[in-house]
């Protein structure tokens, strides 16, 4: 519930950081996250998954004390690195940023790394509510920020930096003291031993899901770099501003429905009964998501466009490419757990590692030759949404289902977007 929350909130925040703050600046922000979002994986090394399996919470802690080394580490690495290198988190000539904006690459890394640690020992003592207070605090204070900091700073990238900022080190506060109310501080002092048997005991995380995590970072961080180098920092914000505003609902729905699922299915060990399951969830998406997402992809442009401002106007030519790919998401985002519980996580994460790196060299050949921007975000968008139907194909093939159904309800999928679309276009004539 917190989670949903906080995305709920963090969707609020974009009209308002649109009408604040010039695309550009949105362009700024992105590339910080790139650069703290790939240590990201290597900072808590997966452990944060393993930590609830534990046998005793003393070896809990140890692995709470592994993830935290690695943070103190990293972050320390990336602040002199963005103290020593001006132009790291700049593509294509831009000016320099100051010293005390770049530093808001480690702060970030710092503070999300500690708050996924903190959250781990929460989920293990299974103190959910305070899990949902720490997401909520997050979203909120977001928003907070994005309302006051403008009128403190104006609309510059102090504003738009301390909006995010303050977000997250106050969502790492709250969790933080949740999880020492918790006993996670408990017995302070582990040996360096203790600490080396948990994290080989746990090896598999680092090994298979760290590579996993870095792919997935290296390819959305990839095509940011592209973009601000290819495009400009303008595109590169309004590309990443119009998929937030789009794929926070998606993954609002995706998180829900995946965990209801997951949970209900693993609770059968009968295999007919977890296709049955399946099934019955996928029908009516198959259904309606398709439908829904060709009709908004040609009614929601100009409604979006207007509620982000003059600034954003270009964002109307944005939307239906990436609505289209945001409902193929949809029906297959939920799904992601089927390889766990047929016992396939190889083939997922070769299917996961495959789509990144085909995506990447598309978006490079699509910059090299010389693709418009409205052209390259077009293709990239349409390639990820045939990718999606395919890793859809695998994931119900792995659960049981045969040739012809599942191929009858892929094209089940791409009509009912057709008929979509073709309603939107007749629909968007008259507004």
């Given at each position: ?106 702060i ?62 106050v ?35 680092p ?79 198959f ?12 009614t ?12 954003w ?7 239906p ?35 990144d ?11 090299a ?35 012809a ?18 309603l ?7 507004i």
């Amino acid at each position: 519930m917190g989670a949903v929350l906080s995305r709920a909130f963090l969707l609020l925040t974009v009209p308002l950081v649109a009408q604040n703050f010039a695309p550009e600046l949105f362009g700024y922000w992105q590339i910080i996250l790139a650069v703290a979002t790939v240590a990201a994986p290597l900072a808590l090394l997966r452990y944060d998954i393993a930590v609830p399996l534990e046998a005793d919470d003393d070896s809990a802690r140890a692995l709470l004390a592994v993830m935290l080394l690695a943070t103190a580490f990293l972050t320390g690495l990336l602040t002199i690195v963005c103290m020593l290198t001006p132009n790291l988190v700049l593509i294509g000539g831009a000016a320099q940023l100051p010293t005390h904006v770049r530093l808001a690459a480690p702060i970030y890394l710092f503070a999300t790394s500690i708050t996924a640690i903190a959250s781990a020992w929460l989920v293990r003592q299974r103190h959910y509510l305070a899990l949902s207070l720490s997401n909520s605090a997050l979203g909120v204070t977001t928003l907070g920020g994005a309302l006051l900091f403008p009128y403190i700073w104006g609309p510059s990238i102090e504003a738009l930096f301390g909006t995010f900022i303050f977000g997250v080190i106050v969502g790492m506060i709250v969790a933080v003291g949740a999880a020492i109310r918790a006993g996670a501080l408990r017995n302070p002092y582990i040996a360096v031993s203790r600490m080396i048997i948990s994290a080989k005991a746990y090896r598999v995380y680092p090994i298979y899901s760290t590579p996993y995590s870095l792919s997935a970072v290296a390819f959305d961080r990839g095509i940011q770099f592209i973009l601000s180098t290819a495009y400009g920092l303008s595109s590169l914000g309004l590309f990443y501003l119009v998929r937030q505003i789009l794929f926070l609902p998606v993954n609002v729905c995706t998180t829900a429905l995946r965990q209801v699922v997951f949970g209900y299915t693993a609770s059968s060990g009968n295999m007919a009964t977890r296709k049955q399951i399946i099934g019955s969830v996928a029908k009516p998406l198959f259904l309606v998501v398709p439908f829904a997402s060709g009709f908004a992809a040609y009614t929601l442009h100009h409604p979006i466009a207007l509620l982000l401002g003059e600034n954003w106007m270009a964002a109307a030519d944005l939307v239906p490419p990436m609505v289209l790919h945001a409902g193929t998401l949809t029906i297959t985002a939920w799904l992601d757990r089927v390889f766990d519980l047929f016992g396939r996580q190889r083939l997922s994460v070769a299917l996961q590692i495959g789509s990144d790196f085909l995506q990447l060299a598309l978006a490079f050949a699509l910059a090299a030759y010389g693709f418009a921007f409205i052209e390259f975000v077009w293709a990239v968008s349409m390639f990820a949404g045939a990718y999606n139907l395919l890793w859809l194909f695998i994931a119900l093939r792995v659960a049981g289902f045969d040739w012809a159904v599942t191929a009858l309800w892929l094209a089940g999928v791409v009509a009912f977007a057709l008929i979509g679309i073709a309603l939107g276009v007749t629909v968007a004539r008259y507004i």
